[in-house]
């Protein structure tokens, strides 16, 4: 596609289900970013996979939180038995090449809201 | 905590004025980048400054870096109303991948 796509855009769910994002980069983009932005906050670094290469897992939260990427297409974001002060915004961001100062691109987000 | 603060957090200004907001980070970097966002959804890649330059122009963009102090401003010159947004700092550390962002500025501008 011509952009990263990220679904759903709005994903509202009760306390102790469990969600799972999805995020299509941009093609032939080898790294992919997810981050989480609370309400007026910045961006915090969730998980980062390039390439084959073993993804970057120091920003998840939780164990109730994983990721998964399949080469270089498709990652689904899940987060298991979520509690209300996970809503925030998912975002996901895809690059040429991570680690070669290249810019980010950013999908429009997933808003998730724990009741 | 976070690899860039923005400062100020937030900034109200008139159309036509400049905005000044400025980015400190603690470790060496291979390269900082603003980004702005709209509505609090996707944001967009402004400018890249890399860690050997000192100062960078687009369109009405003016970033400035200063290693020694560990620190970016970015200028908006001749504000406009679609200005109005939050802008990003983040910075790629010397020694890693990941992009690491600060809080953010929330600018404003008013017609």
């Known amino acids: 596609g011509a952009g990263v796509s990220q679904s759903p855009s709005n994903k509202v769910t009760e306390k102790g289900k469990d969600v799972e994002l999805r995020c299509d980069p941009i093609?032939?983009?080898?790294?992919l970013y997810w981050y989480r932005q609370r309400l007026g906050q910045g961006l915090e670094f969730l998980i980062y996979?390039?390439?084959?290469?073993?993804?970057?897992k120091s920003g998840l939260p939780s164990d109730r939180f994983s990721a998964e990427r399949t080469g270089e297409s498709v990652s689904t974001l899940t987060i298991q038995r979520t509690q209300q002060e996970d809503s925030a915004v998912y975002l996901c961001?895809?690059?040429?090449?991570?680690?070669?100062?290249?810019?980010?691109?950013f999908g429009s987000g997933t808003q998730l809201s724990v009741l | 905590s976070q690899q860039g603060e923005e400062d100020p957090q937030a900034l109200s200004i008139q159309e036509g004025e400049n905005a000044t907001m400025n980015c400190s980070y603690k470790t060496s970097i291979n390269n900082l980048q603003w980004y702005r966002q709209n509505s609090g959804r996707g944001l967009v890649h402004l400018i890249l400054?890399?860690?050997?330059?000192r100062e960078k122009h687009s369109g009405r963009l003016r970033v400035t870096l200063d290693t020694s102090k560990k620190s970016s401003s970015l200028l908006i010159t001749a504000s406009r109303a679609a200005d109005t947004a939050s802008y990003f700092c983040?910075?790629?550390?010397?020694?890693?991948?990941?992009?690491?962002f600060g809080g953010g500025t929330r600018v404003l501008v008013k017609p």
């Open positions: 093609s032939g983009h080898t790294a």
């Open positions: 996979f390039q390439g084959n290469s073993a993804p970057d």
């Open positions: 400054i890399r860690s050997n330059e």
């Open positions: 961001a895809s690059s040429l090449a991570g680690g070669l100062a290249e810019k980010l691109f």
């Open positions: 983040a910075t790629m550390k010397a020694a890693g991948n990941k992009l690491t």
